[in-house]
């Protein structure tokens, strides 16, 4: 039978009435889901690159090219070439490599040890960060070129060698790496002549760069855990500071002390190994080594904050089930001692430290101050995110709660200060920007290629009121006064030197910020 024709146009119509609303309301459901996700911004901005960030990452990596020793692979510095080639060789040792540790060309273990740690634990935190800008693989390359140099250092159980050049020397020559020709003595420590703080921070280095590298050549990752478990036996048997042992590093790299460094090397051993008896470790000795309640400036001296931060990690992160009372107990001083200082960071924080500048810098010493603001802006960008993968609300800070993005705001004022909103108007990142110095304090890039010029006379380009004629591009240089003002003289030591570890703490704090929020994994080890 036949359906009516005006019953059929009526079908037809309700159809087309269904199928318009049906439209309408998808219509109106995409563009509230669009407006949701933009009022989200932590979701949308996830994985969103910060442009001036990837810049300033791809710059700041560049140092330590500029820093090598040895022979030059893949040399990417042009004004760079092959130095210190015959070093270790008195003691058929290969110690060419490694890296100058800031505008002279001594090789101090010390602080080129806490940098290769610092690299280490930037590349695990925010590897994937520095990948998503292609700069992962010249961490992983810079950070090799240190342990390749610890790895020879250390030749046997209880003997490392923890300096190349005599400083003393060094300094009364201002010439190009790669016309150096004076002597360059080795020192040592061992069990007559001990050093707990620099074979431990050693032993920190190498268990954190056996993580690093873990995935990548499993071999040389069990060469660098290998070192590092004998390191830590070697440090913690044979206790004394280096200098003490040697009283000449006084001077330049003077230790106050070497309970951090055991913390430290401990906690990363755990971290790379699994093996509770680290664990143990920091909890048994927590109370005569970690003055918890007492917060202390992070920096290559003094590691207790970096240790307070890494073992929240643990705390954060590891199941119950795998931590006794006692343990546990330890983490959370650890971690509330960790709280006390990131509580003093924030400005707006009752507990809020006094030692800044005007306009908000963190500003602890004249000699070299950035390194405490970007050392205190990583572990804030680090804590931050503990805090959002683990889903931790606030941070408590005497009555007053903090969210972790308050954290990270605070690192990015750090940030943006060294990168131009200053007083000053300049980038204190030399290479960034427009403008930033002309004069750093570095004698490969005060002197030009060509110049025919020897040890002493040389000085002429220290003295010089020109700008380098090289650009040592990735240079943190010291920073500025606590008056917010910057002179720009290679003169002027303590703001315009630049050193390697310095930039291994910016490489890590740029390196979280990359993207405008993050989750870390965790890579502790049960």
Same mark, same amino acid.
């Given at each position: 039978?036949?359906k009516?024709?005006h019953?059929?146009k009526?079908?037809?119509?309700?159809?087309?009435?269904?199928?318009?609303?049906?439209?309408v309301?998808?219509?109106?459901?995409?563009?509230?889901r669009?407006?949701?996700?933009?009022?989200n911004?932590?979701?949308?901005?996830a994985?969103q690159?910060?442009?001036?960030?990837?810049?300033?990452?791809?710059i700041?990596?560049?140092?330590?090219?500029?820093q090598k020793?040895?022979k030059?692979?893949?040399?990417?510095i042009?004004?760079?070439?092959?130095s210190?080639?015959?070093?270790?060789?008195?003691?058929?040792?290969?110690l060419?490599?490694?890296?100058?540790?800031a505008g002279?060309?001594?090789?101090?273990?010390?602080p080129?040890?806490?940098?290769a740690?610092v690299?280490?634990?930037?590349?695990?935190?925010?590897g994937?960060?520095?990948?998503?800008?292609?700069e992962?693989?010249?961490?992983?390359?810079s950070?090799?070129?240190?342990?390749d140099?610890?790895?020879?250092?250390h030749?046997?159980?209880?003997v490392?060698?923890?300096?190349?050049?005599?400083? !003393? *020397?060094d300094h009364?020559?201002?010439?190009?790496p790669? +016309?150096?020709?004076? &002597?360059?003595? %080795? #020192?040592? /420590?061992?069990?007559s002549?001990?050093?707990?703080?620099?074979?431990?921070e050693?032993?920190?280095?190498?268990a954190?760069?056996?993580?690093?590298f873990?995935s990548i050549?499993?071999?040389?990752?069990?060469t660098?855990?290998?070192?590092?478990?004998?390191?830590?036996?070697?440090?913690?048997?044979?206790?004394?500071?280096y200098?003490?042992s040697?009283?000449?590093?006084?001077?330049?790299?003077?230790?106050t002390?070497?309970?951090? !460094? *055991?913390?430290?090397a401990?906690?990363?051993?755990?971290? +790379?190994?699994?093996? &509770?008896?680290? %664990? #143990?470790? /920091?909890?048994?000795?927590?109370?005569?080594?970690a003055?918890?309640?007492n917060?202390?400036?992070?920096s290559?001296?003094n590691?207790?904050?970096g240790?307070?931060?890494?073992?929240?990690?643990?705390?954060?992160?590891?199941?119950?089930?795998?931590?006794?009372?006692?343990?546990?107990l330890?983490?959370?001083?650890?971690?509330?001692t960790?709280e006390?200082?990131?509580?003093g960071?924030?400005?707006?924080?009752?507990?809020?430290?006094?030692?800044?500048?005007?306009?908000?810098?963190?500003w602890?010493n004249?000699?070299n101050?950035?390194q405490y603001s970007?050392?205190?802006?990583?572990?804030?960008?680090?804590?931050?995110?503990?805090?959002?993968?683990s889903?931790?609300?606030?941070?408590?800070c005497?009555?007053?709660?903090?969210?972790?993005?308050e954290?990270r705001?605070?690192?990015?004022?750090?940030?943006?200060?060294?990168?131009?909103?200053?007083?000053?108007e300049?980038?204190y990142?030399v290479?960034?920007?427009?403008?930033?110095?002309?004069?750093?304090?570095?004698?490969?890039?005060?002197?030009?290629?060509?110049?025919?010029?020897?040890?002493?006379?040389?000085f002429?380009?220290l003295?010089?009121?020109?700008?380098?004629p090289?650009?040592?591009?990735?240079a943190?240089?010291?920073?500025?006064?606590?008056?917010?003002?910057?002179?720009?003289?290679?003169?002027?030591i303590?703001?315009?030197?630049?050193t390697?570890?310095n930039?291994?703490?910016i490489?890590?704090?740029?390196?979280?910020?990359?993207?405008s929020?993050?989750?870390v994994?965790?890579?502790?080890?049960?």
């Amino acid at each position: 039978m036949e359906k009516e024709p005006h019953k059929e146009k009526g079908l037809v119509w309700r159809g087309l009435i269904l199928v318009i609303m049906a439209l309408v309301l998808a219509a109106v459901l995409i563009s509230f889901r669009k407006y949701f996700h933009r009022s989200n911004s932590s979701e949308v901005d996830a994985n969103q690159v910060v442009d001036k960030y990837a810049n300033a990452l791809s710059i700041a990596m560049q140092f330590f090219d500029v820093q090598k020793s040895g022979k030059l692979v893949n040399n990417k510095i042009a004004w760079r070439g092959d130095s210190a080639l015959g070093d270790g060789s008195e003691v058929n040792l290969d110690l060419s490599r490694g890296m100058y540790d800031a505008g002279d060309h001594v090789k101090f273990g010390f602080p080129m040890a806490f940098t290769a740690t610092v690299l280490s634990w930037a590349i695990l935190e925010y590897g994937n960060h520095m990948n998503m800008v292609n700069e992962l693989d010249n961490a992983h390359e810079s950070l090799k070129w240190i342990t390749d140099f610890l790895i020879n250092a250390h030749p046997s159980e209880n003997v490392l060698y923890i300096q190349v050049g005599d400083p !003393e *020397l060094d300094h009364t020559c201002w010439e190009r790496p790669e +016309a150096m020709t004076g &002597k360059r003595p %080795l #020192t040592q /420590v061992n069990a007559s002549y001990p050093g707990t703080d620099v074979a431990a921070e050693s032993a920190a280095a190498m268990a954190a760069a056996s993580l690093v590298f873990k995935s990548i050549d499993s071999a040389y990752s069990g060469t660098l855990l290998k070192h590092a478990k004998q390191l830590f036996k070697f440090a913690d048997s044979y206790r004394g500071s280096y200098s003490i042992s040697i009283p000449g590093v006084q001077d330049f790299y003077n230790s106050t002390g070497f309970v951090d !460094e *055991l913390l430290w090397a401990a906690a990363w051993l755990y971290h +790379a190994t699994g093996d &509770k008896s680290y %664990l #143990t470790y /920091v909890s048994t000795n927590g109370n005569a080594f970690a003055n918890w309640g007492n917060p202390s400036w992070f920096s290559w001296e003094n590691k207790l904050a970096g240790v307070q931060v890494l073992l929240s990690r643990v705390n954060f992160f590891s199941s119950k089930e795998d931590i006794s009372t006692e343990e546990s107990l330890s983490l959370q001083s650890y971690r509330q001692t960790a709280e006390i200082f990131l509580c003093g960071l924030l400005p707006e924080s009752p507990m809020a430290t006094s030692q800044r500048t005007a306009d908000g810098l963190v500003w602890v010493n004249q000699w070299n101050p950035f390194q405490y603001s970007v050392a205190s802006s990583f572990l804030a960008v680090v804590y931050s995110d503990y805090m959002l993968s683990s889903q931790t609300s606030n941070l408590y800070c005497s009555g007053k709660l903090y969210e972790p993005t308050e954290l990270r705001n605070f690192a990015v004022s750090q940030l943006d200060y060294i990168l131009g909103n200053n007083p000053m108007e300049m980038s204190y990142l030399v290479g960034y920007g427009s403008r930033y110095p002309q004069q750093v304090h570095h004698r490969g890039a005060s002197i030009p290629v060509n110049a025919n010029s020897n040890c002493s006379d040389g000085f002429k380009w220290l003295h010089t009121r020109h700008p380098n004629p090289n650009v040592a591009v990735g240079a943190l240089v010291g920073g500025p006064s606590l008056s917010d003002t910057y002179m720009d003289s290679r003169n002027n030591i303590s703001q315009s030197e630049p050193t390697t570890y310095n930039s291994a703490l910016i490489v890590g704090l740029i390196s979280g910020l990359i993207t405008s929020s993050s989750q870390v994994e965790s890579f502790v080890k049960n």
